[in-house]
């Protein structure tokens, strides 16, 4: 009885099942490579989100501080007005130079205040 396959063919075969288990196990360890990238990324990813978000409500906060500072100097700029009427009108009907001296010292002290608080704006930006 014959064989069906020479040795050489068998070879051949077993060859070729070799060389192709091989690349399959070359193919699956670039698989699990990419998968174990891909994790990387997707966790880099989370967290550069995260970052967004924190750095978009540090923006908001920043936002509201910059309103309420605004709101804040537009009130002494007022109150600076309104203490700039009452000492003309106070140096026109000829009030106590005592007077005269509370109201400019209250507009230095608003003045100096505005000052500080637009220093501190400056360093937090």
């Known amino acids: 009885m014959s064989k069906p396959f020479s040795d050489s063919a068998i070879d051949n ?25 891909l994790d990387k990324y997707e966790e880099e990813n989370r967290e550069l989100r995260d970052t ?17 500072a ?15 009427n009452v000492l003309l009108t106070e140096k026109n009907t ?15 002290e608003l003045i100096s205040r505005i000052d500080v608080h637009l220093d501190q704006y400056d360093q937090e930006n």
């Open 13 to 37: 075969i077993n060859e070729a099942k070799n060389s192709l288990r091989v690349s399959i196990q070359g193919l699956l360890t670039k698989v699990r490579l990419l998968l174990t990238k």
């Open 52 to 68: 967004v978000k924190e750095l978009n409500q540090k923006v908001t906060d920043l936002k509201l501080q910059v309103t309420h």
């Open 70 to 84: 605004n709101s804040q100097s537009i009130t002494k700029d007022k109150e600076i007005s309104d203490l700039k």
């Open 94 to 108: 000829k009030s106590s130079i005592q007077d005269k001296e509370i109201v400019r010292s209250r507009i230095k």
